[in-house]
C-alpha cells in the first residue's frame, strides 16, 4: 500500500458482529462458549478466502482485512505476523450511536493489535439529533487524537441514515433519498466532522450513483489541503450488480483507492456452509472468487484512467 494518489486498497471486511451472530446464526447474546467459537471458526472460513483471493493474484500490497477483536483476534494477530494490511473496529456493535467497544480502554486494545488502521463505523446525519451528533463528535475526537499521536491510521466509516423527516419529504422513498439527497449530506457531514477537528486518513463511503457525486466527495475530504486523504467504497450487503455500479463510478474517479465489500463478498458462502451445500473449501473459494471480482472491476476503471496495478486476479 502507497500513500496519496499512488496508494491502492482492496479491503475485505467481515467485523460484522451482532447482524452478523443474529442475521447468519440466529444466536441470542451473551453467547455459549461453543457458539462463540462457531462464529469465530466461519470468520477463519472468510480469512482463508481472502488468502485464496492473494493465491490467485489479487495484489497483497494492495490487499488487506477488516476484523474485529470479538471474533477475529487470531485472524488479525496472523494477518499481523504475515504482513497484511489489516484494520480493526472500534465500535461498539448493534448501536445507532458511536461507542467505543472496549470503553475509555480502547487504545489499549488498538495497541495490543498494531492494526493498520483504526476503524470507527458511524451513523451521523447533520440534519440529525444536534445532541446525538456532539455525543459522537467527542468520542471521535478522542480516537482521532490518539491515531495521530501514536502514529496510527483512522478509517473512518460514514453511514448517512436518512431522518423520518428527510424520508417523509421524498414519500419514503429510499432509493431517491439515496440518489438526490444522500450525496449532499454526505459532503455536509464530512465537512463537520473536519470542522470539530476529526481527522481520517481515509473515508470509507457508501456507494454512489453518479460519477459527478463522488468528485465532491474527493472534492470534501480533501478540502483544505488534505491531499493526502482518500476514499473507499463500501458494499451495504447490496446485490452484485449494485455493487459493480458503484465501483465502476468509484475507481473513474482520483481519490478513490478502492472498495471495502463485506457481505455480498461472503454471506451466502458462509450460509451455504453452514447449510451443509458446500464445503468449507468451496465457501472459502466463492469468496476468493467474489474479491477476485471486485477487484477486476476496480482495476479496469482504473486502466480507463491510467493508474492501474496489474493483478490477473482469477480463479
Request: aromatic share 10%; hydrophobic share 40%.
Amino acid at each position: 500500500m502507497k500513500s496519496g494518489d499512488d496508494e491502492v486498497l482492496y479491503l475485505l471486511p467481515f467485523d460484522h458482529r451482532h447482524s452478523y451472530i443474529t442475521g447468519m446464526f440466529h444466536f441470542n447474546p451473551p453467547l455459549t462458549p461453543q457458539q462463540h467459537a462457531q462464529v469465530c471458526d466461519s470468520k477463519q472460513i472468510i480469512y482463508e478466502g481472502f488468502q485464496l483471493a492473494l493465491e490467485a493474484g489479487v495484489p497483497r500490497e494492495a490487499a488487506g482485512i477488516l476484523v474485529d477483536e470479538a471474533f477475529g483476534s487470531a485472524i488479525l494477530r496472523d494477518a499481523h505476523q504475515q504482513g497484511f494490511i489489516t484494520a480493526m473496529s472500534t465500535e461498539s456493535s448493534g448501536s445507532e450511536e458511536f461507542n467505543f467497544e472496549y470503553g475509555d480502554d480502547f487504545a489499549r486494545h488498538i495497541d495490543a493489535f498494531d492494526p493498520t488502521f483504526a476503524k470507527a463505523l458511524v451513523r451521523y446525519n447533520p440534519e440529525g439529533d444536534p445532541a446525538l451528533n456532539l455525543r459522537q463528535t467527542a468520542r471521535l475526537k478522542q480516537l482521532s487524537d490518539f491515531c495521530q499521536t501514536s502514529g496510527r491510521r483512522f478509517m473512518f466509516e460514514l453511514l448517512v441514515p436518512a431522518t423520518s423527516k428527510q424520508l417523509a419529504g421524498l414519500k419514503g422513498d429510499r432509493a431517491a433519498y439515496d440518489l438526490t439527497l444522500r450525496p449532499k449530506l454526505m459532503v455536509e457531514a464530512i465537512h463537520a466532522l473536519q470542522d470539530a477537528g476529526i481527522t481520517p486518513d481515509l473515508w470509507k463511503i457508501e456507494g454512489l450513483a453518479e460519477r459527478a457525486d463522488c468528485v465532491r466527495l474527493v472534492e470534501a475530504v480533501r478540502r483544505c489541503g488534505r491531499t493526502t486523504v482518500n476514499c473507499i467504497v463500501l458494499g451495504r450487503g447490496a446485490d452484485v450488480a449494485s455493487v459493480r455500479g458503484w465501483l465502476t463510478n468509484a475507481a473513474s474517479v482520483p481519490g478513490f483507492i478502492g472498495f471495502a465489500v463485506g457481505r455480498t463478498s461472503f454471506w451466502n458462502a458462509v450460509a451455504a456452509y453452514r447449510a451443509q451445500n458446500v464445503t468449507r473449501v468451496v465457501a472459502a473459494k466463492q469468496i476468493a472468487g467474489r474479491l477476485c471480482e471486485w477487484v477486476d472491476v476496480f482495476e479496469r476503471e482504473r486502466l480507463a484512467r491510467g493508474t492501474s496495478i496489474t493483478t490477473g486476479a482469477a480463479l
